[in-house]
């Protein structure tokens, strides 16, 4: 005698079958009908628990789908997420949220509720797979702090109604770190958003039942990090200016201009590297305008590929 494992597993194999069959629709239904009232006549011979009579626990019939709408994108633009969970039965599947996550720490945002979105996501610098991804600490992709959330659902299982599909998206546009951000007219909040370094991102997505995909994305240009503005005494030729400088482009960089609160400096040429993806660690200085401690400086450097494409990235130091 079959055992209830093999026979509901029979049965979806069965109801798969049947979905793929392209029939008339008064021959379709009577087919599902009959499949049903057969399923339901050898399921009732079983001393089934409670939990298969409600309806079909198959979490091998959800189909994860998730998709970014580019996967190449300059700084300060926004990429979207989507990622949705399919069930692939024409009947009801009624699946415990297990919290089998592959993955951990998996997000739609501050307010998801895994009774509503049984799946997430997580954003890490760098190209990753899932065997060393764990290694790795995802990057924030909502700003920190309190939210009014509504009420969390108690429910300990997610019932999809027949082919449904259970969707959401994330946007995201840059990465967040502590501290506050000003805003314009007054007020402020927590957080503070940057924008994506240049280089490539991976995606994580999941969900409940172990399902999970990797999708990556690119930032190109040229992006800024970690600068500082040394007015003297700095252990060399004074005022010292010194930050890395994250450059990814389609062909290498030919020149790099550095511009200091609006008053060019001169260009550097970038030739000789191959590269078209790196790190440098930029060491320099100017002279015009003075540099005073204590003072703002907004920098700007603007860079020229190759193929005389261009990009430019600013940030802003306080002379120590």
């Known amino acids: 005698m079959l ?10 194999h069965l109801a798969k079958h049947l979905q793929g069959v392209r029939r008339a629709t008064k021959v379709a239904v009577v087919g599902v009908a009959a499949f049903v009232i057969v399923a339901a006549s050898a399921i009732a ?8 009579q409600l309806g079909f626990s198959a979490p091998q019939a959800i189909t994860l789908k998730a998709s970014l709408n580019a ?16 069930n692939d039965l024409y009947l009801a599947n009624i699946l415990p949220l297990s919290a089998d996550w592959r993955v951990q720490n998996l997000s739609m945002g501050p307010c998801s509720d895994y009774a509503y979105y049984p799946f997430g996501i997580a954003v890490y610098q760098g190209a990753y797979s899932i065997d060393n991804i764990s290694t790795w600490k995802p990057m924030a992709f ?20 027949p082919r449904q599909s259970i969707s959401g998206y994330v946007d995201l546009s840059g990465y967040w770190t502590e501290g506050v951000t000003i805003h314009p007219g007054g007020g402020a909040s927590q957080g503070v958003l940057n924008p994506f370094l240049p280089g490539v991102y991976t995606v994580v997505v999941g969900d409940e039942w ?25 252990g060399y030729p004074s005022p010292y200016l010194s930050g890395f400088i994250y450059f990814d482009g389609s062909t290498p960089v030919k020149s790099l201009q550095l511009i200091v609160n609006g008053t060019a400096q001169g260009v550097q040429a970038m030739t000789g590297s191959t590269l078209t993806r790196y790190i440098e660690w930029y060491k320099g200085g100017f002279t015009n305008p003075t540099v005073v401690k204590g003072d703002t400086y907004v ?21 120590n």
């Open 45 to 52: 011979l079983f001393a089934i628990p409670s939990s298969y």
């Open 210 to 234: 172990g399902h999970f995909q990797i999708l990556y994305f690119e930032v190109r240009g040229i992006g800024l990090q970690e600068f500082g503005l040394c007015s003297s005494n700095c």
């Open 3 to 12: 055992g209830i494992g093999v026979l509901i597993s029979r049965i979806i």
């Open 299 to 319: 920098l700007r450097f603007l860079v020229t590929f190759e193929d005389n494409s261009m990009a430019s990235a600013a940030t802003v130091v306080v002379a």
């Open 142 to 161: 909502y700003a920190p702090g309190f939210y009014f959330c509504p009420a969390e659902s108690i429910a300990n299982s997610i019932k999809f109604q």
């Open 71 to 86: 996967t190449t994108l300059t700084q300060n633009q926004t990429i979207r997420v989507t990622v949705a969970d399919q």
